[in-house]
């Protein structure tokens, strides 16, 4: 009787832990609107996330990254370029900016291929493009550094051919 009862309680306690464990694991991918809502859209790949934490070191956005991105291989699609992106942000809000502001006045000539465009009320996000001028990522860079801005154009948009 007494074995019975224990083993009873060793299959109740390991279906807990399974139960626990999945609920951990289910909360681990977040679902497209809320990566959406704290400013992941497009599809990230995972290397991507390990790259922004080499960059950035607020360890909550890169969990959210982790959390958002589709898994992938160190191979070429690790390696994702862009023939362009489009520097999105609202003049307005430029001035609580500073490191963007940087970026735009000092460093954006170094990529013909960026452009920048102001629209009313948008947060500083990148919207990256393909070779057809296609929206293909977007990414909010609210708290980017301009030296993270520039490493990321460098390795992330492809350099135009000299004319």
Known sequence: MRQRKMAKMVVLSAMMILMLISTISAKEQLSTRE????????LA???DCHSLSEYVKDQE???DCLKCCADD???SMSKVTYSGAILEVCMRKLVFYPE???????????FPSVKVQYIFNSPPKLIMLDEDGEH??????????????????REKVKPTAAS
Request: proline content about 0%; glycine content about 6%.
């Open 61 to 63: 956005l890169v969990s």
């Open 100 to 110: 963007i502001v940087g970026f735009i006045e000092e460093e954006k000539e170094k």
């Open 45 to 47: 790949l995972c290397s």
């Open 73 to 75: 291989s160190e191979d």
């Open 136 to 153: 293909k990522e977007t990414i909010r860079i609210d708290n980017w550094k301009r030296e993270h801005l520039l490493q990321y154009m």
């Open 35 to 42: 990566c959406e809502d704290l400013g992941f859209t497009g």
